[in-house]
């Protein structure tokens, strides 16, 4: 058997031992035996420092083991000694900086490395995006109007499209917030797509909207939510909560719980407010305003845990017993996501 001497202490290294150790590292790791594996990882690097995937493998333990904070070190070294594959270990590395909330130091390595332009095609989403939420996470690093030049205008383009695209919530917020706070009408056909996007959160999407109202965006809009379908152009749109209907549901609920109840009062608006947000731009069906603001009335009467007597609540509304069971029926369909929204959007939704 040929045998190979290696490393500061002249071990003698038997040919193919790296790889084994390699190799059972990866099956303990699969099998969440994170330490075992570390172990595994640290004697293959012992043996061969240049060792790709031994090295890569005792980050990955690293990680499994909550030790972000060591995994980092790792990648840094990995990427400062050009081992492995480079863009994938900088996605790594840069998604613990992440972690670690470290996000100035991820936003001046990417800035860097996509000022070189060689990332490839496949990879440059996933950067940018990564590089829109650690600039938004960061106090000193905030998109300006003044910081926007002409020379990094097409890179902060870049970015906020990532933005739009991102899974996180949070993030893909702030890069809609960043769009409509710098004026970038160059991005109306990826805010276009962003509303038409299903999959977006509706609140977002009716953001979205406004904001092409808001630049004037004459261009028809084909829109769709569950089996709805609607075809709008975003310039003749009027404002969320603008609406004549709105106007007289929000008249008819004070009328009646203004001075009786404004902690009730209260509820039904944000339950209204909320659902026209997640409706819009739909029109309300059946357009009876005072069977809604009884439909209104009586699911955030349920919602408080008191009483209501339908019967004398409709007559005081003055209205038609089945509108507003048929206005109540579509506010429940809507209640679990609205009562999601009303709770979590004050953390990343402000209208």
């Not at 980050?59 to 070294?77: D, P």
């Not at 004037?216 to 004549?244: A, C, F, M, N, W």
């Not at 603001?293 to 845990?305: K, P």
Request: with cysteine.
């Amino acid at each position: 058997m040929k045998e190979k001497k290696q490393g500061k202490n002249n071990i003698i290294l038997f040919p193919g031992l790296v790889k084994r150790l390699v190799e059972e590292g990866m099956n303990e790791l699969k099998q969440k035996h994170a330490e075992k594996a570390y172990k595994l990882f640290a004697e293959a690097s012992s043996y061969d420092q240049g060792d790709p995937q031994a090295r890569f493998g005792t980050v990955l333990s690293l990680i499994e083991l909550n030790r972000q904070q060591e995994a980092v070190m790792e990648t840094e070294k990995l990427l400062n000694e050009g081992i492995g594959n480079y863009f994938e270990i900088l996605q790594v590395h840069v998604s613990l900086l992440v972690q670690l909330s470290r996000y100035d130091q991820v936003v001046h390595l990417l800035e860097a490395v996509l000022s070189e332009d060689k990332i490839p095609a496949k990879d440059a989403e996933t950067f940018y995006e990564l590089l829109h939420f650690s600039r938004q996470m960061s106090e000193s690093n905030e998109y300006s109007e003044a910081s926007v030049s002409k020379q990094n205008q097409e890179e902060t383009m870049l970015e906020l499209k990532a933005g739009l695209h991102a899974a996180n919530e949070p993030a893909k917020w702030n890069a809609l917030q960043t769009v409509r706070k710098l004026g970038l009408t160059d991005l109306t056909d990826e805010i276009r797509s962003f509303v038409q996007n299903k999959q977006t959160n509706p609140l977002m999407r009716t953001y979205a909207l406004q904001l092409l109202h808001e630049w004037g965006d004459r261009k028809p809009l084909r829109y769709e939510r569950d089996h709805q379908v609607v075809v709008i152009t975003p310039s003749e749109l009027e404002e969320p909560g603008e609406r004549q209907v709105d106007q007289a549901i929000r008249e008819a609920l004070e009328d009646q719980l203004e001075q009786e109840d404004p902690i009730l009062l209260h509820m039904a608006k944000q339950l209204h407010h909320t659902y026209l947000l997640m409706t819009y731009p739909f029109e309300l069906n059946p357009e009876n305003p005072k069977a809604w603001a009884c439909a209104f009335h009586l699911v955030a009467a349920e919602q408080l845990g008191l009483e209501t007597d339908e019967t004398t609540m409709v007559q005081c509304y003055e209205c038609e017993r089945f509108d507003v069971l048929s206005a109540s029926h579509e506010i429940e369909a809507l209640e679990q996501d609205i009562l999601l929204e009303a709770q979590n959007q004050n953390e990343w939704f402000h209208t």
